[in-house]
């Protein structure tokens, strides 16, 4: 009996040690700094991390306008944050206007500003601007040769697609499936939602050497892309 028991386990044991080798048992890969606790690690990262978290869209009978709201993702401050403007003229303008002048008007503050508009070319103006709240309009009114048009905006961002926090942890995941280390902490990341609803999360190794890379995250699915280098 005491045989059949020693010989039952050493079976097993050969079974285990075949599957190990032959990789039938698969572990998910530890990086080689995997002293890292990877909670505070991305607790670190993500305190520092701007991403994308309002946008709003409008437009008149000349103009798109989309206003987008970037913030800190693990940051509980309300009104600190990153507002970029876009202003997209619908037509295409006989002639050169040398400046239009731009007011937006939200219930935490406004911003305006004169600012040059040549034929033909679509304007992103980033600018030190008051952070709305999520479920408010807002408007922009324009001012471009004789004519002045007012537009409302609201908030366009999908409810149904992950967090981008939840999209950072993915392609944290594939960074360590290439290099089999953790991103240094010098690095300096942003996330940005984009109008398929994908999150794009680039970052900059920060060596002065230039070029930065990329991972496209689904916002449905949380499937990664490949890792793309901007040169």
């Known amino acids: 009996m005491k045989k059949i028991i020693i010989l ?6 050969i079974i285990i040690l075949s599957n190990v080798i032959t990789g039938a048992i698969v572990t998910k890969l530890e990086p080689s700094n995997n002293n890292t606790d ?7 990262v993500l305190k520092e991390t701007y991403a994308t978290e309002m946008i709003f869209k409008g437009e008149s009978n000349d103009w798109q306008a989309k206003y987008v709201v970037d913030k800190k993702v693990l940051s509980d401050e309300e009104n600190t944050g ?15 206007m040398d400046q239009i002048w731009y007011h937006v008007k939200t219930t935490q503050g406004y911003t305006s500003a004169t600012t040059e508009l040549l034929e033909n070319n679509n304007i992103e103006l980033t600018e030190n601007s008051p952070i709305p709240l999520s479920d408010e309009s807002i408007v922009i ?10 537009i409302v905006l609201n908030n366009t961002f999908p409810e149904n697609i992950i967090s981008a926090d939840t ?9 360590i499936e290439i290099y089999n280390q953790y991103p240094e902490l010098s690095h300096t990341f942003y996330i940005e939602l984009y109008d398929n609803n994908n999150w794009i999360i680039s970052y900059d190794d920060n060596d002065n050497i230039g070029g930065k890379a990329y991972i496209e995250v689904d916002g449905i699915t949380g499937e990664s892309s490949d890792m793309k280098i901007e040169e």
Not at 167 to 175: E, M, P, Q, V
């Open 8 to 13: 039952t386990i050493l079976i097993f044991t």
């Open 38 to 44: 990877e909670k505070l690690y991305v607790q670190k």
């Open 82 to 96: 990153i507002a970029k403007l876009y202003l997209i003229p619908k037509i295409n303008y006989a002639e050169k």
């Open 141 to 150: 009114t324009i001012v471009y040769g004789n004519k002045t048009e007012k």
């Open 167 to 175: 999209a950072f942890k993915s392609t944290l995941d594939k960074y």
